[in-house]
């Protein structure tokens, strides 16, 4: 990986996690009362509705070493590569502050080939979460700057579907969701840096009004009593503010001697990838950028395309398209049940007290439900085991919610991956 200080420095030449130890400058316990009772689901109910439960099935693209963010030469200069994906499950979380690094990156381009009189001409690699807010950042940027973005599509589709991407199905909640992990024993810095950034980018469309429509809402995220990393260890307090902790607002939560329990309240964000993905797609539309529908079977063929500068956004892609060793993929379950007058309007991701994964995320207009993790599985092919297993999510989230966190059942059981279990959180 070639940072931006490290290519301007030579030639234009090529060049929910487990816990863990709170370390200083990261969030910490402070005592103080949560808020009162909050509603709770009658699961029994929201199953029994036509249409739900509904199970999806992503694979997060996840990059050992973390998120590649590089620039790279070819041609003598005539051409450059610049790569932004293996973002894992925190690709909503992460993905404007990364496109504020490519927007850099950009610029950098544009001040070595000034002397060319060649017009600068972009095209993206895919129309996920990453490709959308980097066309949307580059847009922002350069008002002219000629963009297109390349992604496949169903059959007979002209342009793609941002619907059919992995980034749609995610739960979207603000937080470095598994790839946190490849931040552990270096680069610190540089992932509180994507967060910041991204931070700042959501701030700034809070302060524009239009929020809701990029589907930006504030929540709180409960959880029951314990150390969560992705808030705890690699958010700074500047980002997401100390935890409060104190009784849980669930009147149902309660341990064996009918105490409520202890936990925790995060002031973190929801970014809804379902209204999120078609509110940039059609900002970018009508701010004429293109969307055509193509897939790419070499490197060859994404260089010989006819735009000078191709920033990659392919996410999983990479790993064929680029010979990426080190990406992974993520398989991972949801599922979605309705929320009808957004009467639950936070987030409980607290697990369950025998180590088991539950979470539930209320957004604007379901209620979305996790989740698993199958490490080196890349089957997007919902099979029948897979909506057992979605029926097991919403069993373990119902009985958090009755106070019986103890009795978690583990929903992969029938699933024949191991690896390390966290949830599909963004």
């Known amino acids: 990986m070639t940072t931006r200080r490290q290519f301007l420095g030579g030639t234009a030449s090529l060049f929910l996690c487990a816990p863990a130890i709170i370390r200083p400058g990261y969030a910490q316990s402070a005592t103080a009362p949560l808020r009162t009772d909050l509603p709770t689901p ?12 509904q199970c999806d099935v992503g694979i997060r693209p996840h990059r050992t070493g973390g998120v590649r963010l590089s620039l790279e030469s070819y041609q003598g200069g005539r051409k450059y590569l610049i790569h932004n994906y293996g973002h894992s499950g925190a690709g909503i979380t992460l993905s404007w502050g990364c496109a504020s690094v490519v927007v850099d990156y950009l610029e950098t381009v544009m001040n070595l080939r000034r002397a060319s009189g060649v017009r600068t001409r972009v095209a993206i690699l895919g129309s996920g979460v990453i490709g959308l807010t980097t066309a949307t950042e580059l847009r922002r940027r350069w008002p002219q700057l000629p963009i297109t973005i390349y992604a496949k599509a169903a059959a007979g589709a002209e342009v793609p579907d941002v619907t059919k991407t992995t980034s749609f199905l995610a739960g979207g909640q603000f937080e470095p969701s ?146 990426d060793d080190k990406m992974v993929p993520k398989r991972g379950l949801v599922v979605r049940l309705p929320n009808e007058k957004q009467r639950f309007n936070y987030f409980f991701s607290g697990g ?75």
């Open 42 to 53: 009658d699961f029994a109910a929201l199953r029994a509705l036509p249409n739900f439960p």
């Open 178 to 323: 598994i790839i946190a992990d490849e931040y552990q024993a270096s680069n610190r810095a540089l992932l509180n840096s994507y967060l910041r950034a991204s931070a700042k980018r959501i701030k700034e469309i809070e302060a524009s009004g239009h929020a809701a429509a990029f589907g930006i809402a504030r929540r709180k995220n409960y959880a029951l009593d314990g150390e969560y990393t992705g808030f705890d260890e690699f958010i700074p307090e500047d980002v997401v503010p100390t935890y409060r902790r104190g009784a849980l607002p669930f009147n149902t939560m309660r341990d064996s001697n009918g105490r409520r329990l202890t936990g925790r309240e995060y002031s973190t964000w929801l970014l809804n990838p379902r209204i999120l993905l078609p509110k940039l797609a059609a900002d970018l539309a009508a701010r004429n950028v293109q969307r055509r529908a193509m897939t790419f079977e070499n490197q060859q063929q994404v260089m010989d395309l006819t735009e000078n500068v191709v920033i990659n956004c392919t996410g999983m892609g990479a790993k064929a398209l680029f010979n």
């Open 352 to 426: 369950c007290q025998n180590g088991r994964i539950a979470y539930m995320f209320g957004r604007q207009t379901d209620l979305l439900i996790g989740g698993t993790v199958e490490t080196g599985q890349d089957s997007e092919v919902l099979s029948d085991h897979d909506r057992e297993v979605c029926n097991r999510l919403i069993d373990n989230i119902d009985r958090v919610f009755k106070g019986q966190s103890n009795q978690c059942v583990d929903p992969r059981s029938m699933l024949a991956s191991s690896g390390r279990r966290t949830a599909l959180r963004d």
